[in-house]
């Protein structure tokens, strides 16, 4: 079955970076768009970020464009998402998510969590003021 596991999340300061990792295994991870969604307490589950089958196209919520890269090693079966500029407001557990089928990115409302599937056990990262 298709499992992700997220790492790299902890504590930080503001204005600093982190790299999250996501590890996909049980299937063929290139052939699956992924995203990076996050939650904050007493908040909904929010979109960050998504990467298409190949890497080549990326989408970004307003909130982290800019301090956000999402990327992809298809040899790694690996997501990452490369935050920069930290604020507080980025606290949050972070997820990564992907679909059931095999489709591009713009083929699909990547913004919408009920689009995806398979999510990871996500992994809290905190920005300290």
């Known amino acids: 079955q298709v499992q992700l596991v997220e790492s790299g999340g902890g504590l930080v300061q503001a204005r600093g970076s982190l790299r999250l990792s996501c590890a996909a295994s049980g299937r063929t991870f290139s052939n699956y768009a992924m995203a990076w969604f996050r939650q904050a307490p007493g908040k909904e589950r929010e979109f960050v970020a998504a990467?298409?089958?190949?890497?080549?196209?990326?989408y970004y919520a307003d909130s982290v464009k800019g301090r956000a890269t999402i990327s992809r090693d298809n040899a790694k079966n690996t997501l990452y998402l490369q935050m920069n500029s930290l604020k507080p407001e980025d606290t949050a557990v972070y997820y990564c998510?992907?679909?059931?089928?095999?489709?591009?990115?713009?083929?699909?409302?990547?913004?919408?969590?009920?689009?995806?599937?398979?999510w990871g056990q996500g992994t809290q990262v905190t920005v300290s003021s």
């Open positions: 990467i298409s089958r190949a890497g080549g196209l990326t």
């Open positions: 998510a992907t679909t059931k089928a095999s489709y591009p990115v713009s083929n699909y409302n990547y913004r919408q969590s009920h689009e995806y599937s398979y």
